[in-house]
């Protein structure tokens, strides 16, 4: 297992300070969130005044590339927020990837707005021929993030979308929290469905909450060890399925600070990986 984490993990962090933050906890990649700040001077939060973020130019991917080398971490991709059918972002931020040596880029499926599935669907495939193209002229893999709220919630709706593409430069975000919501499928099944479009793996958790009222409950965030997602599980079926590749933590709970729950995540990991070592050791 490669361990890595997002940048939107840190929002109390600047890059400076993050890299280093990053290396001593126990992580050996990052993935930057690609993002102008928002609410500069504000309290930091996740989605909002993130100190933890690049800009989308040129000498700011590079700089955060070379800020990660130097404190020996390596820069997984690119957690950038590019929708269907910004066709001139795609060519900025494939063009932003490829000069600073960066292996991918994160897009997002169509959101449901009332529109029917099989519209967005056909919208999706366009532009996803578009970046198949662009991805190989670049050397640089695009990859879906199953997400709920968009019309690829699952793996098996994600398939639908990207499997007749060449996985070499389309691939897949297995994003186990955002399953808890919406979309889960047994992880043996889902990667399965996967096959070589599993390209990469995000790891947070989520608990729901009964209404004191009553009603439906609700979910939100929680601690990586204390949700749905049976963490110890998905990695035992990820190494089943053969997958070597990287899982960032995209610990989006509050029961500790950012910086707490960070290392806590990795502590957390690597005993994980180390009774999985031990229990194939014995058997």
């Known amino acids: 297992m490669r361990l890595g984490i997002c940048s939107v993990c840190l929002p109390d962090l600047t890059p400076d300070e993050a890299v280093g933050f990053v290396h001593e906890a126990g992580y050996a990649g990052i993935e930057w969130r690609v993002a102008r700040p928002r609410d500069e001077g504000g309290e930091p939060s996740f989605f909002g005044y993130n100190r933890c973020s690049i800009a989308p130019t040129r000498a700011d991917v590079s700089r955060a590339v070379r ?4 404190a ?17 972002g795609a060519a900025k931020t494939f063009e932003l990837a490829a000069s600073a040596g960066v292996a991918w880029i994160r897009v997002r499926a169509p959101w ?9 669907l ?30 690829a919630p699952s793996a098996s709706l994600a398939q639908r979308l990207v499997g007749e593409f060449d996985p070499r430069w389309i691939g897949v975000i297995y994003d186990a929290g955002n399953l808890a919501i919406e979309g889960y ?3 043996a099944l889902a990667l399965d469905v996967l096959g ?20 439906p409950w609700t979910p939100d965030w929680s601690a990586l060890d204390n949700g749905l997602v049976d963490v110890a599980g998905l990695l035992e079926t990820l190494d089943e399925t053969g997958y070597t590749g990287w899982i960032s933590v995209e610990d989006f709970s509050t029961t500790r600070t950012p910086t707490a729950t960070a290392r806590f995540d990795a502590d957390l990991l690597r005993d994980l990986t180390r009774s999985r070592e031990h229990h194939r050791f014995l058997s």
């Open 67 to 70: 800020l990660s080398e130097a």
């Open 72 to 88: 020996g971490l390596q820069v997984i991709g690119l957690d950038t927020y590019l929708d269907t059918g910004d066709v001139t």
């Open 112 to 120: 449901r707005d009332g529109r029917p599935y099989r519209e967005l």
């Open 122 to 151: 056909a919208e999706a495939r366009d532009f996803f021929a578009l970046l198949a193209e662009s991805a190989r002229h670049h050397g640089v893999r695009a990859l879906l993030e199953i997400h709920q709220r968009s019309i």
């Open 185 to 187: 499928e047994s992880h």
């Open 196 to 215: 070589p479009h599993l390209a990469h793996v995000h790891l947070k958790n989520v608990a729901y909450a009964r209404p004191a009222e009553g009603g």
